[in-house]
């Protein structure tokens, strides 16, 4: 195992792999205002190809999804919208879903300004959280939030992640 930028020269990355699974989580105090965060990577030693899997679906029904290019190349698409900047597969990049009532934003590697905003109906309000379904890559650092984040804080989390390389 070798160290890689996301951990340090000293460290290893113990990051969840998903390939074709998924992790579910039951959190009961979520309503229909929330935010998750999750850091992801797909950046397969295999050699890239056009693939897609889930990153989140939050108990609200919306579904954040990883649309990979054969250039290895990656969006994120939240029902028909997507990113406007394809991002490098194989560096971690920063997710975060925000549920506020109807209004569902996507806020990418800690931008205040989210890369995709749409109004969606609350399907369902179960308690329960997916991740990676159908994905081929990693997942790491998952947070799950009873409450929207402010635009300060989703750009906080990203200023503290970047202080140790």
């Known amino acids: 195992l070798t160290p890689s930028a996301f951990s340090g020269p000293h460290q290893i990355n113990r990051a969840l792999h998903i390939a074709g699974g998924d992790v579910q989580a039951t959190v009961r105090s979520l309503r229909e205002r929330y935010s998750i965060a999750v850091w992801f990577w797909l950046g397969e030693a295999s050699g890239a190809s056009e ?3 889930m990153i989140v679906t939050g108990p609200g029904g919306e579904s954040l999804r990883a649309q990979q290019s054969a250039d290895h190349r990656v969006q994120l698409v939240l029902e028909e919208s997507s990113t406007l900047s394809a991002m490098r597969a194989d560096e971690w990049h920063l997710a975060i879903l925000v549920r506020d009532g109807k209004e569902v934003r996507v806020h990418v590697d800690g931008q205040e300004k989210p890369e995709i905003a749409r109004t969606l109906p609350v399907r ?11 994905l081929q890559g990693k997942l790491d650092e998952i947070a799950v939030f009873g409450r929207v984040l ?12 970047r202080l140790g390389q």
């Not at 402010?150 to 992640?161: H, L, R, V, Y």
């Open 51 to 53: 693939r897609s899997g």
């Open 124 to 134: 369902s309000m179960g308690n329960r959280v997916s991740f990676g379904r159908g």
């Open 150 to 161: 402010t635009p300060a804080e989703i750009a906080g989390f990203w200023k503290i992640s």
